[in-house]
């Protein structure tokens, strides 16, 4: 993502950062059950200066951007795995061009094979739902992001809803609140596509005018600005590289990759797996599996359903875009089929 253009300094002003002890105990997540961070316990501001606003409880902090500049956060550590979270509120009214996005990566040290996990949200104009938007890239397989895209089943601008990304040695999995919507799993047939190399958690909001709104057709109107991204309950959970030990990396991980796996988060019952299918077939509205015009030749790794398939065009798109019903009720499904507007955003 465009997000990687941030210097190596990056790098150099993180190792100062020091985990501050906090004398109230963290809260713990609904439905997770792991401990929410002080953002000075696990975090560092990354740019946008005064973009970059912290709350006085210590544990929260907006992203804003405006017509000088965007903003974003970066973890204090490198991770080898790990569920990254946060709840997020994204900004309301007209947000074409405008990209939320949290994320890890480890592009600043591996510029041209690095891993990246992308949850991105892209803005639209007035009237018109937020997108969200998933990435896996592997060893700087920058031109098989394995890009999915989705609409919501509720309005993200009305209330912070809870996001994670939660990534082992053989699993990804997406989660939005506690409704898994995308598993990855590592195969022979993915390769060294699937990310392996210790990675950083980013934060950031920034004007992608130039392809987050159908494909660069709608800008960013700083008329509306300052445009703000609102997140709480930070988490953090996983192992936490040791720059200095010169432990391999087995043997570094082992205790914290074994409290991972066990963790709830990291098993897919049944009845995640039921979730993530009704959520996929309702809210799914763009598949690299299905892009034949970008992707002429299959990913190996694509589980091709035939019913599935007939929803989509050779773009990837779905035929008939879905719309959210406007409802006081966030578990109502969106209606449809509507007239669509085709979202080439990538």
């Keep these: 993502m465009m997000a990687l253009g941030f210097s190596k300094r990056v790098i150099a002003a993180i190792v100062v950062v020091s985990w501050a002890a906090v004398a109230a105990p963290a809260p713990a997540t609904k439905g997770f ?46 991770y080898q795995y790990g569920l990254f979270s946060a709840s997020i509120k994204l900004p309301s009214d007209y947000t074409a061009g405008v990209v939320v996005a949290f994320y890890t990566s480890n592009g600043d040290m591996f510029e041209k094979t690095h891993d990246e996990l992308d949850l991105e949200f892209l803005g639209n104009i007035k009237g018109r739902e937020w997108r969200l938007q998933t990435n896996v890239y592997g060893n700087g397989s920058t031109s098989r992001g394995r890009e999915e895209r989705y609409l919501l089943p509720f309005d993200p601008t009305a209330e912070a809803h809870r996001y994670s990304i939660l ?18 799993k590592r195969s022979e047939a993915m390769g060294a596509d699937y990310p392996t190399k210790p990675m950083m958690l980013y934060a950031t909001i920034w004007d992608g005018s130039s392809w987050a709104t159908s494909g660069g057709k709608y800008k960013v109107n ?69 892009d034949t015009l970008r992707y002429p030749i ?7 359903v035939p019913a599935e398939q007939r929803r989509f065009t050779e773009t990837g798109d779905i035929k008939n875009m879905p719309r959210r019903r406007r409802s006081k009720h966030r578990t109502k499904f969106f209606s449809g089929p509507v007239d669509s507007e085709r979202q080439a955003d990538i």
């Excluded at 059950?33 to 002080?38: A, F």
């Excluded at 560092?44 to 409880?57: E, K, T, Y």
């Excluded at 990534?167 to 995308?182: A, G």
């Excluded at 299959?298 to 091709?304: E, L, S, V």
Aim: glycine letters at 4%.
């Design 298 to 304: 299959t990913f190996p790794d694509c589980n091709i």
């Design 222 to 290: 700083y008329k509306y600005s300052p445009f703000i991204s609102e997140f709480s309950n930070l988490v953090l959970q996983g192992c936490r590289m040791d720059p200095i030990q010169q432990l391999p990396v087995d043997e570094q991980c082992a205790d914290a990759e074994a409290e991972l796996a066990a963790a709830d988060y990291s098993r897919m019952t049944p009845e995640k797996r039921q979730a993530m299918r009704k959520f996929r077939e309702r809210y799914m509205t763009y598949s690299f599996c299905y």
């Design 167 to 184: 990534w082992t040695s053989d699993t990804i999995i997406f989660y939005v609140d506690e409704t898994p919507i995308r598993e990855v």
């Design 33 to 78: 059950n792991v401990k929410t961070l002080n953002f000075d316990e696990g975090y560092a501001p990354l740019f946008g200066d005064g973009n970059l606003v912290r709350c006085s409880d210590g544990r929260s902090v907006s992203l804003h951007l405006n017509r000088y500049s965007g903003s974003g956060f970066i973890s204090s550590d490198l």
